[in-house]
């Protein structure tokens, strides 16, 4: 390194950065409120901010009563937000955070227009919509969400797609914004994306992380359901995964094991048909019961599928029975005692799936 050379670390620069700037694009001369956020200087037009009947609708409000109530002279530097030396201060908040909302508020038509396309900017949109959700710019934030479910919801082979994943939010800030804003429609999405990760094996201590520390049930059943399939070899050497999930885990194996056991003498209740009454829905329902348990015998006798994968037997069992009703396999007589009926049982077999899938995260609990 050349002596002329500055370092990162020395005191002239630290000065220099630690100096706020004025942001290039929203500085605006004629701006009549200048707010600082991090190290930036941003002047803009109070009434703008005030639209929506945000947060700063209220806040200077405030404001203006109490300057018009106090006696006090003002100092040196003026009432705050009037200069570049006695900004607002905004704090939590990024620049990036800022400029986002911003460029929503001054933004022209085809510009907005943009965003929901795909070449919309993800990390501004993400940027937009946790600022407009802290200070409440309602109908923004509305937009803002439905701009990134609309995104986010587009096939997975689209190529856009694919790089505003690299380029635009993590998953994981995705999953805490659509919690954060409780927007169902965004959190299905991250949660698709999820499972997709799940099913290749990818990120899952991370999901079980995430999925917990956001409460996030259906994720967080997947995510655990996912990992005991990888084996007590692959979670004792997770170093994301901490001691009491690794408990919940061996918990998880045992309970839906326990439940593998169960289901065969519990087949799930089917509509009858208004034809299948009286001697023909008893026959129905035995007919019913032994084509259960058949179906469940095949989990049995698939090796491939592990004992306590509970969700891949059903799934199965799923399939063999729609191949049976549909005459896809030889019924071997199974279906003669429902004759109404039959079709019915691809409907109880669909909502057996589902409960147990969407109750997974029940299994895997704590140790009494």
Not at 78 to 90: A, M, T, Y
Not at 164 to 180: C, F, K, N, R, Y
């Amino acid at each position: 390194m050349h002596s002329g050379d500055v370092s990162p670390t020395t005191p002239k620069l630290q000065l220099q950065l630690s100096i706020p700037h004025r942001d290039p694009a929203y500085y605006i001369p004629d701006g009549n409120t200048v707010l600082l956020v991090e190290n930036t200087l941003f002047r803009v037009h109070r009434s703008t901010l005030t639209k929506d009947k945000s947060t700063f609708d209220s806040m200077f409000s405030l404001d203006s009563d109490l300057r018009s109530s106090s006696s006090t002279p003002s100092v040196t530097a003026g009432p705050e937000g009037e200069s570049d030396d006695n900004p607002i201060r905004l704090q939590g908040d990024t620049a990036q955070e800022f400029r986002a909302l911003l460029w929503a508020l001054y933004a022209l038509p085809p510009e907005l227009t943009l965003a929901l396309t795909p070449k919309a900017n993800t990390s501004q949109l993400f940027n937009l919509a946790r600022i407009t959700h802290k200070y409440e710019f309602r109908s923004i934030e509305a937009w803002a969400l439905g701009a990134l479910t609309t995104i986010y919801t587009r096939p997975t082979h689209s190529p856009s797609v694919q790089v505003e994943d690299v380029e635009g939010p993590s998953l994981v800030q995705l999953t805490e914004l659509a919690s954060l804003c409780e927007q169902r429609d965004l959190l299905d999405a991250a949660t698709l994306r999820w499972k997709r990760l799940l099913a290749s094996g990818k990120d899952i201590a991370l999901a079980v992380g995430v999925a917990e520390r956001l409460n996030l049930r259906t994720l967080l059943g997947f995510a655990y359901h996912a990992m005991m399939l990888q084996g007590r070899e692959v979670w004792d050497n997770d170093a994301l995964l901490t001691r009491a999930q690794r408990i919940r885990l061996l918990s998880g194996h045992y309970a839906l094991g326990r439940l593998w056991e169960r289901l065969p003498s519990e087949p799930p209740v089917i509509s009858h048909s208004p034809r299948c009454t009286g001697g023909a829905q008893a026959r129905c329902n035995q007919a019913w019961a032994a084509l259960w348990r058949s179906t469940l015998d095949m989990g049995r006798q698939v090796l491939l599928i592990q004992y306590a994968d509970v969700v891949g037997k059903l799934m199965l069992a799923e399939s063999v029975t729609k191949a049976l009703v549909e005459r896809e396999i030889p019924t071997q007589g199974m279906l003669d005692g429902m004759p109404w009926c039959k079709d019915n049982v691809l409907t109880a077999v669909a909502g057996k799936v589902k409960e147990v899938q969407e109750s997974l995260a029940d299994y895997f609990t704590d140790v009494a």
